[in-house]
Each structure stands twice: as structure tokens, then as C-alpha cells.
Nanobody, 120 residues
Framework: QVQLVESGGGLVQVGGSLRLSCAASGSISSIGLMGWYRQAPGKEREWVARITDVGTTDYADSVKGRFTISRDNAKNTVSLQMNSLKPEDTGIYYC??????????????WGQGTQVTVSS
């Protein structure tokens, strides 16, 4: 079965850095757009960053200059390097992918999420 699994979350102090990773596994034909979202308690899930299959990136204004999204197409992974972290970056981070299973149609897949906590 196709799935996405995030890792790398944890507790970090203000100004620190953290690197999140997400691995896609299963019978995959191809992966197009990949991205990251986050959600704080009581708030809606918000988009953070995205990267195309050829490496074009885009970021939410709140993380520009601090976060970097990257991918390794050979390993079917996407990462998010987070620097200069702020308390407002706290939340559950989810990766997603526009993915085509080997025997199915392309659709959006989501990971289970990983917690990031930035303390003052």
C-alpha cells in the first residue's frame, strides 16, 4: 500500500533548527508535486511549502528565508529544513504528494504528521 511517513519532529528552542523528512513507500508509478503543511491546536491546517518534480519551490510568506524544501526523486523523499525557528512555527507538520500508484490513478496522499514544538 502506498503511504507517506514523516520523521524528524521534536522540541527545539527559539532560533534553533530542525529537519523534517517524509518518505513515500509502496508500489508507486510517479510522484509529481510534494509539499508540507502544518496545523496548530484549534487552527486550520495551513500550507507551508511545495516543490515540483523538477525542483521548483514556493513558500508561505511566514517561512520565506527560514525554511528550505528539497526532494530526492531517487529515494521518493521530501525534506523541510527549518532554521531560525519561532514559537509560531509550533504545530503538527504533514507532508503531502500528488502521487500515482503503479496500478491506479493519481491523487493526493498525506502523511500522519510529526510534532514540532518551539519553546521560548
Amino acid at each position: 500500500q502506498v503511504q507517506l511517513v514523516e520523521s524528524g519532529g521534536g522540541l527545539v528552542q527559539v532560533g534553533g533548527s530542525l529537519r523534517l523528512s517524509c518518505a513515500a513507500s509502496g508500489s508507486i508509478s510517479s510522484i509529481g508535486l510534494m509539499g508540507w503543511y502544518r496545523q496548530a491546536p484549534g487552527k486550520e491546517r495551513e500550507w507551508v511549502a511545495r516543490i515540483t518534480d523538477v525542483g521548483t519551490t514556493d513558500y508561505a510568506d511566514s517561512v520565506k528565508g527560514r525554511f528550505t524544501i528539497s526532494r530526492d526523486n531517487a529515494k521518493n523523499t521530501v525534506s523541510l529544513q527549518m532554521n531560525s525557528l519561532k514559537p509560531e512555527d509550533t504545530g503538527i507538520y504533514y507532508c503531502n504528494a500528488d502521487l500515482r500508484p503503479r496500478w491506479g490513478s493519481r491523487s493526493w496522499y498525506w502523511g500522519q504528521g510529526t510534532q514540532v514544538t518551539v519553546s521560548s
